[in-house]
């Protein structure tokens, strides 16, 4: 079982800049993946950025050159640096991560973050 705790959300106004955080209750060496997905209302969960055990990235083209994951092995952290936000940032945001041998997937309880003047 993994646990997933993310922090960092709230307000902020177009342009500015916000750091989520998600704690793992796992040694990083047990997680193959992860990294954050949103969900806006109406819509589906659609993934932001993901990080793998070699350290290859993805991320959504929308948030390309904005937006940067990072990862803390020693604090079993992964982190997703927000720069130039847009109203359509808006969304719950939900920190993932796939576990290493029993390849099953966690989800941390979400940080709602809104971008509005």
């Known amino acids: 079982q993994v646990q997933l705790v993310e922090s960092g959300g709230g307000l902020v106004q177009p342009g500015g800049s916000l750091r989520l955080s998600c704690a793992a209750s796992?040694?990083?060496?047990?997680?193959?993946?992860i990294g954050w997905y949103r969900q806006a209302p109406g819509k589906e969960r659609e993934l932001v950025a993901r990080?793998?055990?070699?350290?290859?990235?993805n991320y959504a083209d929308s948030v390309k050159g904005r937006f940067t994951i990072s990862r803390d092995n020693a604090e079993n952290m992964v982190y997703l640096q927000m720069n130039s936000l847009k109203p359509e940032d808006t969304a719950v945001y939900y920190c993932?991560?796939?576990?290493?041998?029993?390849?099953?997937?966690?989800w941390g309880q979400g940080t709602q973050v809104t971008v509005s003047s």
């Open positions: 993932y991560a796939r576990t290493r041998l029993t390849v099953r997937d966690y």
């Open positions: 990080m793998f055990s070699s350290s290859d990235t």
């Open positions: 796992t040694s990083g060496r047990s997680i193959s993946v």
